[in-house]
């Protein structure tokens, strides 16, 4: 069995044998791009070396790239839990080729890392292609031996990959394992192709256009190579499971959390435990990078999902901080793969107590309220947005904490009414307080983290500088 460790060096090693320049993931906050709130795909940190206006020292790349698809155009938050198969945080792995090899050679590294080194049977694999694309499908017949049949034309956006309004783009080709018939779903394109049994793990994105203006596009004189491959989902298919929450590596966190709250997950809690080890990796993770919980942007983003965990914390009956105590086993793990887990681990074990406490004082108050004024709704009905209001403002309850507590019992929160209540309040506070919470924190997390770095305690500071809850 290949744990989580041992295919992310399998995959860069084999690309650098292919002579590609491994190059370490980049921040999850990330450095030049202002529209972009975290980093959610692996060519994020060479968007310019793909338009040509940076050059590097290489022309082809791999790499393990952190990403966060939480808030932004991308939002897995929802899903978290639900589905087996979408994490906030998760690793990408790419191979990425800037004006060097193209189609054939993409199509055959992939085809022959997932065949030969990972061995998967061909027999289980089948792929899309945008629907013109009449030369990726003839490489996949060619080097795969696919017939028409497992090689689905797809002529969605879904497919079709652009960096924005103008600027490269392509067509993608996905590949997709069936997982067999005792699980529910179709193949991609079908009706239900949104079911467990066909499993997209890995996109190539064919970069050869150049969108110049709407309806304008030209072809790239020297056209790239990105490529994703999600290692949870990897991990999955090779550990012979059919839920990245059942890989080594979230065994071992959902494990810690059966440790901290003192009992082991049954059907009905399952879900709760993988919350919450998701929600652990994208706080540390987060954190590391330089983010600490706040009332603003990427802070609110991180405290939403700090909230969310502990509310699930509190759910399985912990009634003490908890989720700081499962921060050795994150780091055990993930620690020799990624260093500043490492140098952050007094940072975020504290940033975590810390928060954990100051949201014990109103948890408890805040659900038996949302208790009591949802007893009497039924499936389909909402909860009124004064009382989710009021679980926000006083509570510390985030928006989407409430509707995730309500979800599985099909209840929905009046959002319209949430968002005028909060646009009255933002109107009184405005006339009444200048300057916000998260300006105050950031400035002082980046005044200390420059002075003593990332790996310093930072308990104190943080906690006198946010104020505002
Ligand atoms: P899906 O359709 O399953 O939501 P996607 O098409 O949005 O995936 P891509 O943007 O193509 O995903 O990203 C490349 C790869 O990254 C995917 O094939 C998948 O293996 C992985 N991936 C994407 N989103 C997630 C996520 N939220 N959690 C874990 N892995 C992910
Ligand atoms: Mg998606
Ligand atoms: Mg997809
Ligand atoms: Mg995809």
Not at 6 to 22: C, M, P, Q, W
Not at 41 to 52: E, L, R, S
């Amino acid at each position: 069995m290949s744990g989580v460790n041992e295919i992310r060096s399998t995959f860069l090693d084999y690309f650098a044998k292919a002579g590609h320049a491994v190059v370490p993931s980049s921040s999850l906050v990330p450095k030049n791009d202002p529209t972009l709130m975290f980093t959610n795909a692996g060519m994020v940190q060479f968007k310019n070396v793909f338009t040509g206006a940076e050059k590097r020292p290489y022309s082809t790349a791999t790499t393990a790239q952190k990403c966060v698809r939480a808030g932004g155009k991308h939002n897995d938050l929802d899903n978290v839990g639900y589905t087996a198969r979408h994490h906030t945080f998760f690793e990408m792995l790419g191979n990425f080729s800037f004006g060097d090899y193209f189609k054939p050679r993409a199509i055959e590294l992939a085809w022959n890392l997932i065949t030969k080194e990972f061995g998967l049977k061909p027999d289980r694999l089948l792929v899309t292609v945008y629907a013109d694309d009449d030369e990726a499908a003839a490489l996949w017949r060619k080097i795969a031996g696919f017939d028409d049949k497992k090689i689905i034309r797809i002529g969605t956006s879904d497919n079709f990959w652009q960096m924005g309004d103008t600027g490269p783009c392509g067509p993608c080709s996905e590949i997709f394992i069936d997982q067999g018939p005792g699980l529910a779903g179709g193949p991609p394109g079908s009706p239900d192709e949104d079911g467990d049994r066909f499993l997209e793990f890995w996109n190539l994105v064919f970069m050869q256009y150049e969108q110049v203006e709407p309806g304008n596009r030209l072809a790239l004189p020297r056209p790239s190579i990105d490529t994703g491959l999600g290692l949870e989902r990897m991990a999955a298919i090779l550990q012979g499971v059919t839920s990245n929450y059942e890989t080594d590596l979230f065994r071992a966190l959902i494990d810690a959390v059966a440790h901290a709250v003192g009992r082991p997950p049954e059907p009905g809690t399952v879900a709760s435990y993988r919350v919450i080890a998701d929600h652990l990796r994208a706080t540390a993770f987060l954190i590391a990078d330089g983010v600490l919980p706040g009332n603003e942007g990427r802070g609110y983003v991180l405290r939403r999902i700090m909230r969310r965990a502990m509310r699930h914390a509190e759910l399985l009956g912990s009634r003490e901080p908890t989720m700081f105590r499962l921060v050795p086993t994150l780091v055990r793990e993930m620690g020799p793969a990624y260093p500043e887990l490492m140098r952050a681990e007094a940072l975020i074990s504290e940033t975590l107590r810390l928060e954990e406490t100051r949201f014990r004082r109103t948890l408890e108050r805040g659900l038996a309220i949302l208790d009591s004024e949802s007893r009497t709704l039924t499936a389909g009905q909402n909860l009124s947005g004064e009382t989710a209001f009021t679980l926000y403002d006083t509570y510390g309850f985030p928006l989407d904490l409430t509707q995730d507590a309500l979800k599985a019992r099909g209840i929905g929160v009046d959002t319209d009414a949430f968002g005028v209540a909060m646009q009255r309040q933002k109107q009184a506070a405005r006339a009444a307080w200048q300057g916000s919470g998260e300006a105050a924190t950031e400035t002082v997390w980046f005044a200390v983290k420059d002075r003593a770095g990332a790996s310093e305690f930072l308990g104190y500071e943080t906690e006198s500088a946010e104020g505002i809850v």
